[in-house]
C-alpha cells in the first residue's frame, strides 16, 4: 500500500505540473511576465505544501520559495527545429526508471546562445527533452552543475509553439531538475550538444 500511496501522489503531482502548464502556455501568448509570475507562484506552492515535493524533510522547514531570477523578455524566443547534424541516441541511467533512451531529432538556435540538441523520449509516452548545461553552471550562486530543462514534454513542460510551428524557447522558465533536491533521483543531464558557453541568468537558479 506505502508503494501504491508513494505512485498516486507522484502521479499527482504531474497532473498538478500539467495544468499548471496549460495555464501558463495560454497566458504566456498575451503576457510572458504574469506567464512566469504564475508559474513561479504555483511550483513555490507545490515544493511547499505536495505530500510528492522533491524536497528533502529537512529542508522544507526552511523552504521560503525557488530562487528564480526575475523575468527578462530577452531570453525568450520563437525557434525553428532544424535536421539534426547527425544520428545519436543518448541512454541515461536514473535509479528509479532504469535506463532511458533519448534519440536526437534536431537541433534549435538561440541568439546569443548558440545551437542546443533537441531530444525524444524513444519509449512509452514519447515527448520532447530540451535541457541546457550555461556557464554559471556550479558556479557559486550560478545554475544547477548538472544543468536545467527547458522542455520535458512528458511531464507537461512546454510553453507550445509559435509562428509556422516554432518552438517557444523562454529562458525564464529552466528550472532544476528533481535530482537536484533529492540524490534519490537520478535524472538525465545535458551532453555537449546542450551546453554552452554563456551564462544564463534567468530561470531557476541554485544555492545549495
Not at 505512485?7 to 495555464?23: G, K, N
Not at 527545429?81 to 532511458?100: K, Q, Y
Request: net charge negative; aromatic share 10%; glycine share 10%.
Amino acid at each position: 500500500m506505502e508503494s501504491a500511496t508513494t505512485a498516486l501522489q507522484v502521479a499527482d503531482w504531474r497532473i498538478q505540473m500539467c495544468e499548471l502548464y496549460s495555464r501558463v502556455r495560454k497566458l504566456s501568448l498575451e503576457d510572458p511576465p504574469a506567464a512566469h509570475r504564475a508559474w513561479r507562484d504555483r511550483r513555490d506552492e507545490l515544493f511547499a505544501t505536495h505530500p510528492a515535493t522533491p524536497l528533502l524533510a529537512g529542508d522544507r522547514a526552511a523552504f521560503t520559495g525557488l530562487p528564480v531570477a526575475d523575468y527578462d523578455p530577452g531570453w525568450r524566443f520563437e525557434c525553428d527545429i532544424r535536421a539534426p547534424h547527425r544520428s545519436a541516441m543518448m541512454r541515461a541511467e536514473t535509479g528509479t526508471d532504469g535506463v532511458v533512451p533519448f534519440e536526437l531529432v534536431g537541433t534549435i538556435s538561440a541568439p546569443e546562445v548558440g545551437e542546443l540538441d533537441l531530444w525524444r523520449l524513444a519509449s512509452y509516452a514519447g515527448g520532447l527533452f530540451l535541457p541546457v548545461r550555461d556557464a554559471l553552471a556550479g558556479a557559486p550562486g550560478g545554475t544547477y552543475g548538472g544543468g536545467r530543462y527547458l522542455l520535458d514534454t512528458v511531464k507537461g513542460a512546454h510553453l507550445g509553439t509559435g509562428r509556422d510551428g516554432a518552438l517557444i524557447i523562454d529562458f525564464n522558465f529552466a528550472y532544476n531538475p528533481s535530482c537536484t533536491y533529492d540524490p534519490a533521483w537520478a535524472c538525465p543531464l545535458p551532453g555537449a550538444g546542450n551546453t554552452v558557453s554563456v551564462p544564463i541568468p534567468v530561470g531557476e537558479r541554485y544555492f545549495s
